[in-house]
């Protein structure tokens, strides 16, 4: 449980829950550990609006409720921990159909999409020990660089000095609406919202290697026609 002086002092399972789990960003800490994000600072990267001392104080509520165990640098989720990623995707299966529309302008950060993107990268698909990646926004003056080495991705905002395998080049908010899911990416090409530059043989394994957000799917699917309409 969390200081007890924010307790609800209900006997109910709800109330013991939200004890543990109702603080702002405890949530998206979570959301972010289920995708694979173990360690301090790539946690703090991804949570650009949370102080790091918040970000702190929330990592060691979840150790003493039992949820996270920390071994050497890495957070990792225990067996109770494990056992509300239904609940956090459940959440964003009915936020997608209930409360998801467009972006907000607020809401486009480039740096934290790029972020996003690199821990989503299927990086089998791509020959050789190295590949660059820049990502090129119409619309922000920053650059930005995913350098892959021998299948590990990382970020840069400065540029790397390799050369560039394959350019995307996006608006934010097309290259957003991509990753959540609200606008396939075909229809993006087309349009010309995304577009990718470089060798053939790598532009046409992009698609392959920009994997979505794990959950694109519930986007899709709270966007799709309801059954009876497609079956009309």
């Known amino acids: 449980m969390t200081d007890a002086t924010a307790a609800y002092g209900q006997y109910c399972p709800i109330s013991r829950a939200l004890d543990v789990l109702g603080e702002r960003w405890s ?10 994000t173990t360690r301090f600072n790539d946690l703090a990267r991804g949570l650009p609006g949370l102080s ?4 702190a104080k929330r990592l060691r509520q979840f150790e003493r409720a039992g949820l996270l165990e920390k071994i050497g640098t890495e957070h990792l989720l225990t067996e109770a921990g494990s056992a509300l990623e239904p609940i956090l995707f459940g959440l964003g299966e009915w936020g997608a159909r209930w409360t998801f529309g467009a972006p907000r302008e607020d809401e486009l950060d480039a740096t934290l999409l790029v972020w996003w993107m690199h821990q989503r990268l299927d990086t089998t698909v791509l020959p050789g020990r190295r590949q660059v990646l820049q990502i090129r926004f119409t619309d922000d003056v920053r650059r930005f660089w995913i350098v892959i080495e021998a299948g590990i991705p990382s970020v840069c905002e400065t540029d790397p000095g390799y050369p560039v395998d394959v350019t995307v080049v996006a608006d934010v908010a097309g290259l957003y609406e991509v990753w959540l899911g609200r606008m396939p990416l075909v229809h993006a090409q087309r349009t010309g919202r995304v577009r990718f530059h470089g060798l053939p043989a790598l532009t046409r394994r992009m698609p392959a290697v920009l994997q979505l957000s794990p959950v694109a799917d519930y986007v899709r699917e709270a966007a799709s026609p309801e059954p009876a309409a497609r079956a009309s």
Do not use: E, P
């Open 52 to 55: 790091r001392s918040l970000l």
């Open 27 to 36: 949530l998206l800490i979570l959301r972010d550990l289920f995708v694979g």
